[in-house]
């Protein structure tokens, strides 16, 4: 029980980073300069909050979710660069930090269920 409360504490960290990356061009201020990345940062951001609520609501239940999270923040790192050129300095950062953090809170909640399920056996 207290290893599933680890893993739905991670989870809920995935929900608070991606509403930090749906919400994060209008916050540094991007969205007016680059919309388009404003609104891939919105529908990844908003995706990853879901399935990070979902995640959290089961989390015995939700390890195949942790490994559709991981791209969703590998997409993040890289969006800048694919989706709008020369981004600017203040919408990289804020979606390589957040891309890693959403991938390492994935990771770390797929390691924690992955280690809870071999103790179990």
């Known amino acids: 029980m207290l290893q599933t409360r680890g893993v739905a504490a991670v989870e809920e960290l995935v929900v608070l980073a991606g509403l930090w990356a749906a919400v994060s061009a209008w916050t540094v201020h991007f969205s007016a300069a ?4 404003a609104i891939n940062n919105l529908i990844v951001g908003l995706s990853i ?4 609520l979902c995640m959290s609501m089961a989390p015995e239940r939700s390890q195949d979710l942790n490994f559709v999270v991981l791209p969703l923040g590998a997409w993040l790192i890289v ?4 989706v709008s050129r020369d981004a600017g ?6 979606n ?9 809170f994935a990771l770390a909640a797929g390691g924690l269920l992955i280690s809870k399920s071999r103790r179990r056996t």
Do not use: D, F, N, Q
């Not at 680059?34 to 990345?37: I, R, T």
């Open 34 to 37: 680059k919309p388009e990345l």
């Open 49 to 52: 909050a879901a399935l990070g």
């Open 79 to 82: 969006a800048p660069w694919v």
């Open 89 to 94: 300095t203040g919408a990289i950062l804020s």
């Open 96 to 104: 390589v930090i957040t891309g890693a953090c959403v991938c390492l």
